[in-house]
């Protein structure tokens, strides 16, 4: 039996002739637009600890969500499973956000999307990943990470799959059917020696073949990944408290740019106006060099797709060209209401949530530094090589973000780990701070996820190897 | 329309059909947890509805052990074949899993006999939020945002108003013979007013709470007002120097602070050495003016239960007693690991197996206003907001982006931004120098204002 069975076909379950009456009794009190979204997603998880294998685990997300739209305002009920009853009722109480009374056609006829897929799999790893395999993955995890070092106390290993197939069809007659796959093996490592206790992380993923986990991310070097880690950090010092030269790590360094930059440039902030970049397009919002990018093409990665949970193909989306602020990222209803075109950025956790503008992968493009360079010109600073997670608060622009492990810089020198930093800061002017961008583009599509009103979405962030003057890095020493 | 979750009694005739066809596939012991709530959300924007939308979910879990060994599946097909299937999913992937003889589910010895009239005495359920309409919901939710724009012209907008109520229920069975269930009840109203600041900034204020019961929901008006106060009161933050002061902790971040810090409390986390409070019960961990509480018990708190959610009785656990590290916190497994007993603390959804969590965790008022606590600095920061990453679970590090007030003789003197405050999270528990008497649960977590003798603020 394979872990994760391939995903049903879902216009068996969800026919047309069903859909076209939702979205007429969606419609049926005046909506301007209605679109259903049916969806199966199964999700398996090995969770490894203390030895043994904790739990092995199935669980099955299915069901619709039925959204009207009428002028701004949203109507959003939805039913778990795909009973045409359940359906019908989610239908009525998402149609009763519009109130003119006057009902709109259903579709006559639904033209299918056709748009390219930006790369397909072979053998998508959670349709190969049979149980006995994911067993066995977990368990040569948890013993290469021990063997790395005799103060590797404890290993914590996960392995999680999901396989999903979902249809979105909508008023103006538009048929979209896509298929995702998703995989992450997450290690963790407790080194413990004395009194000091430190935990290491690495992970893997994103929508990736079987081979990636058989040759490219094993279990053993993710494993080795994540003691060493622990095992630095036991001998790392705390961080220096105060405000100057920060260099970020390429790859998921770019947890930067999608906090301090990224959320204010979604659609929806823009056409409220509580995002400070409605003003300023046309303007320089980050240093000359800069250019930042969205894009759902990523190869592989978890924010990749081929088409949104709106059925907007996926696309590249430049957002600053050379430090000047040129486009915005759209869903359907803050594009329309702005007279913008949607940029494939409708995107929803599942069918209990209605789409909000979300970014996809979000990186700044490479530019002419050699990365050892932009370290070696530091006098006295930071070097962010593992970083956690990041917040912002979109509206005032604070934001902040996790570095798990650190270098000091002292006369371009990388001298000694330091752990616990955090850095913080304003949106408003920290991409104006870059002062040198490497020519390492990295794109990290294996593990992020992005949280915004209550729904989680996988993302990639990416970035070259990146200079800030000056950043405000929290430590306890003084 | 249904405004109402399934039943209690619907929920544990499903959950003991699932523990039977389970045990029938093969497993030793057999539980299965159900899990059905409904809720409708309004948000309101500009003084127009934004968004209405309706949840209704009804889920199935059902956990399989044989030889020792733990498979679990869930799903939301509840008919007779989509029961038989999971149970026998799970079953069989028990097979992958490694055994262990702490896996196991209660016994009605544990568990103790069921107790009539529990959960009403818990005062849960409120039929009032049940019933309260969209329309009303509405009205609410505009009320509340026209009263944090009617604050002070400076707050020209919002970004959005909301008001929510749902009903769930919850069910547990297992092939012991234990099955418990209940139902309760929650409303909310949150509102982010947004100040204009200098150069196109804007500032945030974010306020609201979620109750059990709608008269417990205080006055709109109030709400907003508070949302605008805390707006306003950062037009003008700035940095400062990097330097080691006090530092006041607003009960929202001293409660933010206590939730982060439960799983060094948590005794899953002792077993496996990752917590920093491993190898020290008994000692004093904290400042005596610390008492730390765990109570799944309180009446209308909104983490109150009348049983834990593997069906033993919820109860006051106090796991810091005038500083003094007393107990740790166990689910039914990790309880059977370290060879005591259980503390009522398994928490999950129907989507997961136990894991050991809170219910309503709380520090007890001190006897110093938060006033007294203001006047009583000389020089200091006073912290009220925070970014949302900072936390080392397993050293206690504690470090993140600040915002607040700079505070000299005893007053606020500006609005502070662009700061972090770093220190270790037992450190700052030795150095609380005053207690609050400002206890209030706005959620299911709750910590009067602390005052910490020194950390750091890092800035300019």
């Known amino acids: ?31 301007s637009f209605a679109d259903v979204y049916a969806e199966h997603t199964v999700f398996t998880a090995f969770s490894f600890d203390e030895g043994r294998i904790k739990a092995a685990s199935y669980s099955v997300l299915n069901g619709v969500g039925i959204r009207a739209l009428a002028g701004e305002k949203t109507g959003y009920a939805y039913a778990d499973g795909f009973a045409a009853n359940d359906l019908r009722e989610a239908a009525r109480v998402a149609a009763r956000v519009a109130r003119d009374g006057v009902a709109r056609a259903a579709p006559q006829a639904f033209r299918v999307s056709e748009a390219p897929a930006p790369f397909t799999l072979a053998h998508p790893a959670p349709i ?49 059917e896509d298929r995702t796959y998703l995989s992450r093996l997450v290690v963790s490592a407790l080194a413990l020696d004395g009194d000091e206790r430190q935990e290491g992380f690495a992970a893997a993923g994103g929508q990736v073949e079987l081979e990636y ?49 990224g959320h204010s440039m979604e659609g929806d902030t823009i056409r409220k106006g509580s995002s400070i970049r409605a003003v300023q397009k046309g303007q320089q919002v980050a240093a000359k060099g800069v250019t930042i990018v969205d894009s759902g093409l990523i190869a592989n990665s978890r924010g990749s797709f081929r088409i949104d949970d709106e059925g907007t193909p996926a696309q590249r989306t430049v957002l600053v060209e050379d430090g000047v602020l040129v486009g915005y990222m759209w869903d359907k209803l803050n594009a329309a209401l702005t007279g913008n075109t949607p940029t494939g950025n409708g995107r929803r956790a599942s069918y209990r949530d209605y789409p909000l503008c979300r970014m996809t992968n979000t990186y700044i493009e490479p530019g002419p530094h050699d990365p050892q360079a932009l370290i070696a010109s530091v006098e006295r600073g930071l070097y962010c090589k593992k970083l956690g997670g990041g917040s912002v608060s979109p509206a005032d622009g604070n934001f902040s973000f996790q570095v798990t492990e650190a270098w000091q810089i002292e006369k371009g020198k990388l001298t000694h780990p330091v752990r616990n930093a955090t850095l913080a800061g304003n949106g408003n002017d920290a991409m104006l701070k870059i002062d040198g961008v490497g020519n390492d583009l990295a794109i990290d599509g294996t593990t992020g996820s992005c949280g915004k009103d209550g729904q989680w979405k996988p993302v990639g962030v990416g970035q070259p190897t990146v200079r800030f003057t000056g950043i405000t890095v929290g430590g306890t020493a003084l | 329309m249904t405004t109402r979750s399934a039943t209690p009694e619907q929920l544990i005739a499903h959950a003991k059909h699932a523990v039977e066809r389970a045990r029938a596939a093969g497993a030793d012991v057999a539980d299965a947890c159900l899990e059905s709530s409904r809720a409708f959300t309004v948000s309101v924007l500009g003084g127009d509805i934004e968004t209405l939308k309706q949840s209704g979910t009804l889920g199935l879990g059902v956990r399989a052990i044989v030889g020792g060994a733990v498979g679990f599946c869930s799903g939301t097909d509840l008919s007779a074949p989509g029961i038989d299937d999971l149970a026998r999913r799970a079953v069989a992937l028990a097979r992958f899993a490694t055994p262990d003889p702490a896996n196991g589910a209660p016994t009605l010895e544990e568990a103790g006999p069921e107790e009539p009239g529990l959960a009403e005495s818990m005062k849960l359920f409120d039929p009032a939020a049940m019933e309260l309409s969209p329309e009303a919901k509405i009205d609410m939710a505009l009320e509340l945002e026209r009263a944090a724009l009617a604050a002070d012209p400076r707050i020209k907008r919002t970004d959005g108003a909301s008001v929510s109520s749902s009903s769930g229920a919850f069910a547990i069975a297992n092939s012991h013979g234990v099955s418990r269930s209940w139902e309760g009840t929650s409303v909310s109203a949150w509102v982010v007013a947004l100040a204009d600041d200098q150069g196109g900034k804007q500032q945030t204020g974010v306020y609201g709470m979620t109750k059990r019961h709608l008269a417990d929901l205080p006055a709109m008006e109030g709400l907003g007002r508070e949302a605008s106060r805390r707006a306003l009161a950062r037009i003008g933050a700035r940095t400062v120097p990097t330097q080691r002061v006090p530092v006041i902790m607003h009960p929202d971040i001293a409660a933010t602070w206590i939730a982060q810090m439960y799983d060094a409390f948590t005794g899953e986390s002792v077993l496996r050495r990752s917590s920093w409070l491993t190898g020290k019960l008994g000692q004093k961990v904290a400042s005596a003016l610390v008492t730390l509480i765990d109570d799944g018990a309180l009446a209308g708190g909104l983490g109150t239960s009348p049983y834990d959610s593997e069906g033993l009785r919820t109860r006051r656990n106090v796991h810091l007693q005038d500083g003094v590290l007393q107990q740790f916190a166990y689910d039914h497994y990790s309880a059977r690991r ?67 007030f700079w505070v000299e003789n005893g007053e606020m003197q ?10 270790n999270s037992l450190e700052m528990l030795q150095h609380i120098v005053a207690v609050g008497s400002d206890l209030d649960f706005r959620t299911s977590v709750a910590c009067p204002t602390l005052l910490i003798e020194a950390m750091t603020v890092s800035g300019s």
Not at chain 1, 155 to 175: E, Y
Not at chain 2, 414 to 423: I, K, L, Q
Request: net charge negative.
């Open chain 1, 128 to 176: 190969e990943l049979d149980e006995t395999r994911c067993a066995d993955m977990v368990r040569r995890a948890d013993a290469s990470a021990r063997s790395h070092d005799a103060r590797i106390k404890e290993v914590s290993v996960s392995l999680a799959t999901s396989a999903k197939s979902f249809v979105i069809a909508d008023s103006d007659g538009q048929w979209a």
């Open chain 1, 1 to 31: 039996m394979p872990a994760n069975p391939a995903p049903p076909d879902l216009t068996r379950l969800v026919p047309r002739e069903l859909v076209a009456e939702l979205l007429g009794i969606a419609r049926s009190s005046g909506a």
């Open chain 2, 338 to 404: 370290a060879g005591v007993s259980p503390t009522a603390n398994g928490v999950r959804g129907f989507a997961s197996t136990p894991g050991t969590g809170y219910h309503n965790l709380y520090v007890a008022a001190g006897h110093t206003s938060a006033n007294e606590i203001l006047r009583g600095v000389t020089k200091g920061f006073y912290y009220d907001d925070q970014g949302s990453f900072g936390y080392n679970p397993v050293t206690g590090d504690y470090s993140f982006q600040a915002q607040g």
């Open chain 2, 414 to 423: 500006f609005p502070v931004d662009g700061v972090t405050v770093a220190g």
């Open chain 1, 213 to 261: 986990y058989l040759r490219d991310r094993t279990p053993e070097a993710l494993a080795t990944e994540a003691a060493a880690s622990a095992v630095l950090l036991l001998s790392a010092r705390e961080p220096e408290g105060g405000s100057y030269p920060v260099v970020v790590c390429n790859g998921w360094g770019g947890v930067m740019v999608h906090e301090c930059f």
